[in-house]
């Protein structure tokens, strides 16, 4: 079974919107990763947070981690057609060497 | 930098031959893995490596072998494909999961189907 599951699977917003997408995993990690892919292409690193962070910006783009929740969520802001692609959270275990993937959430950015 | 070449982009095999899919990094890293995208499922870790000579088994690896001779190549293996086995495989390399470092790069991906 997969180590992270992403929530909602599927979102639709308005362009200028803000969009949230919500990751829990299963064990202990060292890290967690946020990726996106367009259609058809490889995935690409948006931003890393440390298991002793709590928050993290870049650019538009905000995620925070809760540990005791075994969670985070990722923010972006202002939402462009641009940003519409599948999310992926992905966790470095404390256990070595295996980095996991979720399902994903599709956005959908209307302009 | 090339980053991760992935070859070949498309692939059509029929059921029970082989293949190889190749994957090659010139970032020096020393972790590298191979996952398969299907549908509705995410990414699917099929083996990885964390040096030369070092591989190990991800969350699906039956049918499939890898090998690591260098850091810089990480070749699949389909042993006798199954039409169980279309799919889409990216092959990725970062530093380790581990380590605070460790954006993973991914290749362009293959897309796999077998009749």
């Known amino acids: 079974s997969q180590q992270g599951e992403e929530d909602p699977q599927a979102l639709s917003i308005q362009e200028g919107e803000n969009a949230t997408m919500n990751c829990s995993y299963k064990t202990s990690i060292n890290n967690l990763q946020w990726y996106r892919q367009n259609s058809g292409r490889g995935l690409v690193h948006l931003i890393l947070?440390?298991?002793?962070?709590r928050e993290k910006h870049s650019g538009r783009l905000r995620v925070t981690l809760d540990t005791s929740k075994k969670s985070s969520s990722l923010l972006i802001t202002a939402s462009r057609a641009a940003d519409t692609a599948s999310y992926f959270c992905a966790t470095g275990g404390t256990g070595g060497f295996k980095t996991i993937f979720g399902a994903g959430t599709r956005l959908f950015v209307k302009a | 930098n090339a980053g991760v070449t992935q070859t070949p982009k498309f692939q059509v095999l029929k059921t029970g031959q082989s293949m190889t899919l190749q994957c090659a990094q010139d970032?020096?890293?020393?972790?590298m893995s191979w996952y398969r995208q299907d549908p509705g499922m995410g990414l699917r870790l099929i083996h990885y490596s964390v040096g030369a000579g070092i591989t190990d088994q991800g969350e699906v690896p039956n049918g499939y072998n890898v090998s690591r001779s260098t850091t810089e190549d990480f070749p699949l293996r389909l042993l006798s494909a199954a039409p169980s086995q279309t799919s889409v495989y990216f092959c990725?390399?970062?530093?380790?999961?581990?380590?605070?470092?460790?954006?993973?790069?991914f290749g362009q991906g293959t897309r796999l189907t077998v009749v």
């Open positions: 947070i440390r298991s002793n962070e």
């Open positions: 990725a390399s970062s530093y380790s999961p581990g380590s605070m470092n460790t954006e993973a790069f």
């Open positions: 970032m020096n890293h020393e972790y």
